[in-house]
């Protein structure tokens, strides 16, 4: 089983930057971390879990559009770490972060699926809060 844990989070004010780091552990079984899809999700209380940013093995991206240019997603296979880099954040950014990962990424007809019933293993979520 694929443990993920996030950290990073924190309280920051508008503009500034946040850097969140996912630590993947356990067993990947016949995939190695790698070749895993990976992803960044958000959700605030009452609504909907958002895909922000996903990253496929071969290093192909996707950014939903209230962050891009503005978020950039990387991953470093050697320390088995996803990582969200978060500039000129908002207050609509506060939100509970959340990474995934999946064995094998998915498409649709716009590119990289953001959907989260595409990921099987889920971090716990780390708090991000933007204040004026």
């Known amino acids: 089983q694929v443990q993920l844990v996030e950290s990073g989070g924190g309280s920051v004010q508008a503009g500034e930057s946040l850097r969140l780091s996912c630590a993947a552990s356990?067993?990947?079984?016949?995939?190695?971390?790698?070749?895993?899809?990976l992803g960044w999700f958000r959700q605030v209380p009452g609504k909907e879990r958002e895909g922000i940013a996903v990253?496929?093995?071969?290093?192909?991206?996707s950014y939903a559009d209230s962050v891009k240019d503005r978020f950039t997603i990387s991953r470093d296979n050697a320390k088995n770490t996803l990582y969200l880099q978060m500039d000129s954040l908002k207050p609509e950014d506060s939100a509970m972060y959340y990474c995934?990962?999946?064995?094998?990424?998915?498409?649709?007809?716009?590119?990289?699926?953001?959907?989260?019933?595409?990921?099987?293993?889920w971090g716990q979520g780390t708090q991000v809060t933007v204040s004026l």
């Open positions: 995934a990962a999946a064995p094998l990424s998915k498409m649709t007809l716009w590119g990289l699926s953001r959907s989260p019933a595409d990921f099987n293993h």
């Open positions: 356990g067993y990947f079984g016949r995939y190695p971390f790698s070749t895993y899809f």
């Open positions: 990253l496929a093995s071969d290093g192909v991206v």
